[in-house]
Nanobody
Framework: IQLVQSGAELRNPGASVKVSCKAS????????IDWVRQAPGQGLEWMGR????????KCAQEFQGRVTFTADTSTSTAYVERSSLRSEDTTVYYC?????WGQGTQVTVSS
C-alpha cells in the first residue's frame, strides 16, 4: 500500500489550497481515508475522513465549513481542500489509511 501526496504549497491569506493523496496497492473504494494535520510545534490533529465508495464524509467540528474532502475513484486519489486560509493554517497535511501514511504536504500561508 502506498499513499503519495502532492507537493508543498505556498498561499496568500484568504486563498484556497487542494492537496491530493494518490493511493495504490489496494482496492481504493474499500477503505476510508483520513486526513490529519500537524501545525508547527503542535501534535497531530484529525481533520476528517472520506469513504471513497460513496463520497460520504465526516469532519471535525473545528474545520466544518472550511474544509472539503473528495475522492476520485477513477484515479484512486483523495483530496482535501481548504478555503479562506489564514496564517495559522500553515501546517503539514497527511492522508492516512489504516496505519499507512502519506509523506505529508507542507502548506504555508503567508503574505
Amino acid at each position: 500500500i502506498q499513499l503519495v501526496q502532492s507537493g508543498a504549497e505556498l498561499r496568500n491569506p484568504g486563498a484556497s489550497v487542494k492537496v491530493s493523496c494518490k493511493a495504490s496497492g489496494y482496492t481504493f473504494i474499500n477503505y476510508y481515508i483520513d486526513w490529519v494535520r500537524q501545525a508547527p510545534g503542535q501534535g497531530l490533529e484529525w481533520m476528517g475522513r472520506i469513504d471513497p465508495e460513496d463520497g460520504g464524509t465526516k469532519c471535525a467540528q473545528e474545520f466544518q465549513g472550511r474544509v472539503t474532502f473528495t475522492a476520485d475513484t477513477s484515479t484512486s486519489t483523495a483530496y482535501v481542500e481548504r478555503s479562506s486560509l489564514r496564517s495559522e493554517d500553515t501546517t503539514v497535511y497527511y492522508c492516512v489509511l489504516s496505519g499507512y501514511w502519506g509523506q505529508g504536504t507542507q502548506v504555508t500561508v503567508s503574505s
